[in-house]
């Protein structure tokens, strides 16, 4: 999750039940959860702006038309479908049932297979490209690392990203600060553990970063829907989820009178290129 540090609100501005104080979700189920919400993800997740793409591209040494390209953890298919209209021949590979399902039904005409950043159902040395949205930090890089190697053919590159919170943003800081205090999230770290060492501890990989700052203007309830679609929301108790996005949606109002929302992304690149 890109999920989203301000002064405190003054004490009582917060309502909000805390969480019961419970074992906190597993690696696994946050994964896993986003199976459920797939419509819902597909309906509100932001996109990815052009200047991505053309960064991988520029990255990579080569264009995307006519490159043989795997999108690995397509979820429901938002980079994949971006990445085949910029003319690559794109395969998916998702490893979850209602994820995929959403897939099939929005985008039958690209071929998905079920499989994980583990182990790779695909060919040795098939690929010109490999690409991770969202996706990387539910593989463990020791062995999604030698995976993407082995599928990538000579001077082919490994491509990660993530749709991160503009946290220089008044209100998204704030609003940053409120996820943290209810859910124990911290947004900031979150952000600064999307880096070289992290997606590859190793080492093995020569990572280029590259950061690309974009916005979308949408209305308060479809911004919401968005957030909500996290794992995190996703994996708590429902009657404390819909307490909080309630409470932010009125502090949304705030900000935001008119209804629409404008969220600001940094979508982070970290792209590694195979020797030739």
Do not use: C
């Amino acid at each position: 999750m890109t999920t989203h540090p301000s002064a405190p609100h003054p004490a009582g501005a917060e309502t909000t039940p805390k969480p019961p104080t419970t074992e906190p979700p597993t690696r696994s189920a946050r994964a896993h959860s986003f199976n459920t919400a797939a419509a819902q993800y597909a309906a509100n997740r932001p996109s990815y702006p052009p200047a991505l793409f053309d960064a991988v591209e520029a990255l990579a040494g080569r264009p995307l038309p006519g490159s043989r390209v795997a999108d690995i953890g397509a979820g429901t298919g938002i980079a994949t479908a971006l990445l085949q209209a910029r003319g690559a021949n794109v395969i998916a590979v998702e490893p979850g049932d209602g994820m995929a399902a959403r897939f099939r039904s929005t985008l039958p005409a690209i071929p998905i297979i079920r499989g994980t950043g583990d182990d790779l159902p695909l060919a040795d040395a098939s690929l010109d490209l490999v690409t991770y949205a969202q996706a990387w930090h539910w593989t463990d890089p020791a062995r999604s690392v030698p995976e993407a190697l082995r599928v990538l053919r000579p001077g082919g590159a490994l491509a990660l990203w993530w749709n991160t919170d503009a946290l220089d943003v008044p209100w998204i800081a704030e609003a940053a600060a409120r996820t943290e205090r209810h859910f124990g999230i911290d947004v900031a770290a979150e952000k600064r553990n999307v880096n070289a060492r992290a997606a590859d501890p190793t080492g093995r990989l020569d990572f280029t970063r590259r950061t690309v700052r974009w916005s979308r203007r949408i209305p308060v309830d479809t911004h919401l829907a968005n957030i909500g679609s996290h794992s995190v929301f996703l994996v708590h108790d429902e009657e404390h989820t819909a307490a909080f996005l309630a409470e932010e949606r009125e502090h949304l109002l705030k900000t935001f009178p008119d209804g629409v929302v404008e969220e600001v992304y940094e979508v982070v690149l970290l792209l590694a290129k195979t020797p030739a």
